[in-house]
C-alpha cells in the first residue's frame, strides 16, 4: 500500500491549490482516504475524508464551505480542493487511509478523524502567505 500527496506550494491568502494524493497496492474505490494537516508546533489533525463504501464526505468544522474532496477511481487518485485559503491553513498535508477500520467516521453530526490511520503518504507543504 503506497499513497503520495502533492500539490502543495505557497499561495497568497484568498487563492486555491489542489492536492493530489496518488494510491497503489490496493483498491481504491473500496477505502476511505482521509485527509490531514499538521502546522508547525501543533498536532496533527482531521481536514477531510470520502469513505470507500458510498463516497460520503466529511469535512472538518475550520475547512467546511472551502475544501472540497473527491476521488477518480480510475485513476486511483483522490484530490483536496482548496479554495479561500486563509493563513492559518498553513501545514504539512497528508492523505492516509486504512484498510481494515474506517478513516474517518460521522456521528451526532461531528466527524471523527482516524489519526492512528495504518497508511500515510509523505507529505505535501501549503503555506499561505502574502
Known amino acids: 500500500v503506497q499513497l503520495q500527496a502533492s500539490g502543495g506550494g505557497l499561495v497568497q491568502p484568498g487563492g486555491s491549490l489542489r492536492l493530489s494524493c496518488a494510491t497503489s497496492?490496493?483498491?481504491?474505490?473500496?477505502?476511505?482516504i482521509g485527509w490531514f494537516r499538521q502546522a508547525p508546533g501543533k498536532e496533527r489533525e482531521g481536514v477531510s475524508c470520502?469513505?470507500?463504501?458510498?463516497?460520503?464526505?466529511y469535512y472538518a468544522d475550520s475547512v467546511k464551505g472551502r475544501f472540497l474532496i473527491s476521488r477518480d477511481n480510475a485513476k486511483t487518485t483522490v484530490y483536496l480542493e482548496m479554495n479561500n485559503l486563509k493563513p492559518e491553513d498553513t501545514a504539512v498535508y497528508y492523505c492516509?487511509?486504512?484498510?481494515?477500520?474506517?478513516?474517518?467516521?460521522?456521528?451526532?453530526?461531528?466527524?471523527?478523524?482516524?489519526?492512528?490511520?495504518?497508511?500515510w503518504g509523505e507529505g505535501t507543504l501549503v503555506t499561505v502567505s502574502s
Open positions: 492516509a487511509t486504512d484498510l481494515n477500520w474506517a478513516v474517518c467516521t460521522h456521528y451526532g453530526g461531528t466527524v471523527y478523524f482516524n489519526n492512528g490511520a495504518t497508511y
Open positions: 497496492g490496493f483498491t481504491l474505490d473500496l477505502h476511505g
Open positions: 470520502i469513505s470507500g463504501v458510498d463516497n460520503s464526505t
